[in-house]
Structures are given as structure tokens and as C-alpha cells.
């Protein structure tokens, strides 16, 4: 079993207070079991502050984590904090490791770092929660496919770095006392443990009815649908164009991706319409995919939250969840941007320590129709992991 705990401050320039503010909350003496690990989140300027290093040395368990644009746990949030979740078992194992940098999306320092502790145990690991940094050529499908060959497919759960700035130039993966612009930083869980996944994206009340097919495509360059230049694509389902001809707010418009695997769709954000009418998008569009759009808005990123709200209310009592929100939802609240964050501490209390991050883009197994777990990226989804 394993037992969770949670802390969270928003004091960065005072480091003693910082760290003993935490180190209160957890009160680790009356409370740490055999084994554990602390999961954190924070402003970027924790890192850097002297906050991060002093909480690493102070606590007897390794740290990893992100920097992330606001977090929260029961009974506190905001933009500006640093928030942790300290998982500790008698029977659960852990083992923390980080990879050298990955800049050049090669799968060898994954493989590396993964095998550095993978060999202690002669069991593979029940599964993984991954941190991976936010790079511009590096997708959140490249650490899904490394990791499934590297470790036979466990599943998979974690969330990619994203910070405060505009273009996340401060984003970073943590381990111990440092973070890292270009390094993945993992936890493997050794043990009898049955976690619970939870997945909310866009619902189909928020999608066009129209039904697309990918048919041309390259990794994550979208290159046509249903024959034509995903721009001609777009405007023949009403999307407006400027008088350049782009289209308008096309960010808005996420696709509903259906892999027809018997998996449930996953969304795929569009960073872009290229000159030839083709989409960057958030993650790889195979050939032979359905699609649909979909609209993502404040008014949706609340009823999803409340629909994996009433899924997580409905499972048996868990002993701690940890969520991961895309950045995307966030910035979707405009002004009201801790609507989510507040809804989810008015349904879920205190009564489960929860901790929630957002992120980049999220890591988290589906189920297929015969109950199996496969490993996705998702763009613009909030993602649970229930112990």
C-alpha cells in the first residue's frame, strides 16, 4: 500500500521559512513509512532561489518532478508555489533516475538511465510516472515510443515541463537539488500496485460531426485530409480565414484523434498551419487515423474537469492522486485561470491528498476494448493517476 502526503508554499525568497513550512505540513517523522519518494512542482524560481537545493537536503527521499505554471494541493494553489506529494510504502519500492541530455531525440540516454536502476531488481516494475522536459523538436510521443520499447511497455504516467514565461525558456525537469532544460527524470514503482488511470479531454458535444480521415502525414506534420491540405480541410468545415488566408484562431480548434485501435480518441493540439496547408500538431498523426474537431474553451475545460471528477468520486477510496492538467486548459480560463484548480479542491477536500500540476503535454495509458493498457501522448487533457 502505499500512503501519501502533501505540502505546498508560496514563500520563495525566505529559503528557512520555505523548507520548514513544508517539512510542518509533512510532518515526515510521525508519518514516513519504509520506502518513499516526493513528487514536486513549482515555480521556476525555486530552482533557482536556493529553495529547492535546501528541501533536497533537508529530507531523507530523492526528489523529481517539474516546473510547472501553477499547482496545487488540498487546502492550497496558485501561480506562484511549490507544491509536493511524498509517496511512502513498506511494500512499495521506488527508484529515481535521470537521463543524460536529449536534445537530439535519441532514445540511448533514456535507455540508459533506465537500465541503472532497472537492474537492481530481478522483477520489471508494476509501472513509471515520467518527467520530460519541453523541447521544440522532441514530442511527447518520442518518450512514449522510447519508453515502451525500452521497458516492454509498463504503463506509463507523467507530463512534460512548461513554466510562467511565454516560451517556456525557464521550463525544467527536477531531480534532487537540480533541474534540467533537456534531460527526462524518471520514478520506477516496484510492487503489488493496481493504480487507477483517468482520462477527460473534449467531449463530443464540443466536436464538428464531420468525420475526417488522415491521409497524408509525417510524424507530427499533418499533411492532408481526406485528400486535401489540412488549411482546405479546415475551411471547408466553416473555420474562417483571414485576408492572407490563414485560419483564424485555430489554436482554439484541437482535433479529436481517433487511432481505430479500439483505444478512446486522444486530442492533438494544432501549434500551426504551415505556407502549404499543412498542421504542426501536438504529437504524431498516423495515416488511416479518423478526426474530428473540437472546441476547447473555458465552459468545456470546466464540465470535463467535473466529468473525471464524478469518475474518481465513483472508484473505491484511494490513497492519493496525482494530476496533470495541460497548460492549454489553463490558459483556455483566460482571466478565471484557477477556476479548475478550485473546482477540483471544492469536489475533491482533503480528505485524499491529491496533488495537481500543469504541464506541457500529458503521459498517460488508455484502455482498449479488452482492458489492456497502451501508452499515449495527449495534448489539452487533464490526466489522474489514483494509488
Known amino acids: 500500500m502505499i500512503k501519501t502526503l502533501t505540502a505546498c508554499t508560496g514563500e520563495i525568497d525566505d529559503v528557512e521559512l520555505a523548507v520548514s513550512d513544508i517539512l510542518k505540513q509533512l510532518d515526515l517523522g510521525k508519518s514516513l513509512l519504509k520506502n518513499s519518494v516526493g513528487i514536486v512542482s513549482c515555480y521556476s524560481e525555486y530552482t533557482q532561489s536556493g529553495v529547492l537545493a535546501a528541501l533536497a537536503e533537508k529530507i531523507p527521499f530523492p526528489l523529481a518532478g517539474t516546473t510547472t505554471a501553477a499547482c496545487a494541493v488540498p487546502g492550497m494553489m496558485g501561480q506562484t508555489h511549490f507544491a509536493i506529494m511524498v509517496l511512502t510504502s513498506d511494500d512499495t519500492e521506488f527508484e529515481i533516475s535521470v537521463s543524460g541530455s536529449i536534445a537530439d531525440a535519441d532514445e540511448a540516454p533514456l535507455r540508459a538511465a533506465y537500465q541503472a536502476v532497472a537492474e537492481k531488481h530481478p522483477a520489471p516494475p508494476a509501472f513509471m510516472i515520467s518527467f520530460a522536459p519541453l523541447l521544440m523538436n522532441v514530442s511527447g510521443d518520442f ?9 516492454g511497455g509498463i504503463p506509463n504516467f507523467g507530463t512534460m515541463a512548461v513554466d510562467h514565461t511565454s516560451d517556456y525558456h525557464e521550463s525544467g525537469t527536477i531531480m534532487g537539488a537540480e533541474a534540467f532544460p533537456d534531460r527526462c527524470v524518471f520514478i520506477l514503482l516496484y510492487g503489488n500496485i493496481q493504480p487507477v488511470f483517468l482520462i477527460a479531454n473534449i467531449s463530443e458535444e464540443k466536436a464538428f460531426r464531420e468525420k475526417g480521415v488522415v491521409t497524408a502525414s509525417r510524424g507530427n506534420q499533418l499533411q492532408t485530409v481526406n485528400n486535401m491540405p489540412v488549411s482546405d480541410y479546415l475551411a471547408s468545415l466553416g473555420l474562417l480565414r483571414d485576408d492572407k488566408g490563414h485560419i483564424i484562431g485555430v489554436n482554439s480548434f484541437p482535433f479529436i484523434l481517433d487511432y481505430r485501435d479500439d483505444t478512446r480518441p486522444i486530442v492533438r493540439v494544432i501549434f500551426a498551419i504551415a505556407p502549404d496547408g499543412s498542421a504542426v500538431c501536438g504529437g504524431d498523426m498516423p495515416v488511416g487515423s479518423t478526426l474530428t474537431v473540437g472546441k476547447l474553451d473555458a465552459e468545456e475545460v470546466l464540465n470535463t474537469t467535473e466529468k473525471i471528477l464524478r469518475q474518481v468520486l465513483k472508484q473505491k477510496k484511494s490513497n492519493g492522486i496525482l494530476i496533470f492538467s495541460c497548460v492549454g486548459r489553463y490558459f483556455a480560463l483566460g482571466y ?48 489522474m493517476c489514483l494509488f
Not at 477556476?339 to 477536500?349: A, H, S, V, W
Not at 495537481?356 to 482498449?368: F, H, Q
Open 336 to 383: 478565471e485561470s484557477t477556476r479548475e484548480m478550485e473546482k477540483i479542491m471544492d469536489t475533491l477536500g482533503g480528505d485524499t491528498p491529491w496533488h495537481l500540476s500543469y504541464s506541457g503535454g500529458e503521459i498517460a495509458p488508455v484502455y482498449d476494448r479488452d482492458g489492456k493498457l497502451i501508452n499515449r501522448n495527449h495534448n489539452d487533457t487533464i490526466v
Open 143 to 151: 518518450f512514449v515510443k522510447a519508453f515502451d520499447a525500452i521497458t
